[in-house]
C-alpha cells in the first residue's frame, strides 16, 4: 500500500501556504495531517483535498524550553486547532505574546492567512527541515 498524501508532499505544499489533507470517498472523514487511511473508517479510498486553514482552538500550550537549535524561538504558543472541514492539527499562534495567553483563548478563530508557515531547518533527530502552520486570531 502507498501513501496517497506522502508527509514529504504535504510539507512541500505546507511550505508553499497550501494545507493539504485526505478526504475519504467511503465516509467523507477529511483527515490531515495525512495518513495512510482514512482516520473514521481505515478506508484506503482517499483524495487529495486542499484545506482552507481556517478553525477554532481546541486547546494550547505556552513552551518557554524550546527544541534544540530553536532556542531564540522561545517562549511560544502552539496552539491544537479543530479545522473549518474537521481534522485537528497543531500549529504556532502567532502576533499575541505568550507572557499575555490566557485560557481566554480557547474557543477562538483562527487561520492561517497570508502569514505562510514556519520552517524549521533539521536537527540530528529530523530527516531535514518540516514547516509548521502559523495561525493568526481572527476578529
Keep these: 500500500m502507498e501513501y496517497k498524501l506522502t508527509f514529504e508532499a504535504y510539507n512541500k505544499a505546507l ?11 467511503d465516509c467523507g ?3 490531515a495531517p495525512p495518513k ?3 482516520s473514521e473508517c481505515a478506508g484506503t479510498n482517499l483524495d487529495i483535498v486542499e484545506l482552507s486553514g481556517k478553525g477554532t482552538i481546541k486547546t494550547f500550550t505556552l513552551n518557554n524550553v524550546a527544541a534544540e537549535g530553536r ?3 522561545a517562549p511560544y504558543t502552539i496552539v491544537l ?6 481534522p485537528w492539527i497543531m500549529g504556532n499562534l502567532m502576533v499575541i505574546d505568550p507572557a499575555v495567553v ?4 480557547i474557543g477562538r478563530p483562527v487561520s492561517m492567512g497570508k502569514l505562510g508557515p514556519k520552517v524549521f531547518p533539521g536537527d540530528k533527530y529530523s530527516a531535514g527541515d518540516s514547516a509548521r502552520p ?6
Design 15 to 25: 511550505k508553499k501556504n497550501k494545507l493539504l489533507g485526505l478526504t475519504c470517498k
Design 29 to 31: 472523514t477529511i483527515t
Design 36 to 38: 495512510m487511511v482514512c
Design 71 to 73: 532556542e531564540c524561538e
Design 81 to 86: 486547532v479543530e479545522l473549518a472541514e474537521g
Design 102 to 105: 490566557t485560557m481566554d483563548l
Design 134 to 139: 502559523l495561525f493568526n486570531l481572527e476578529s
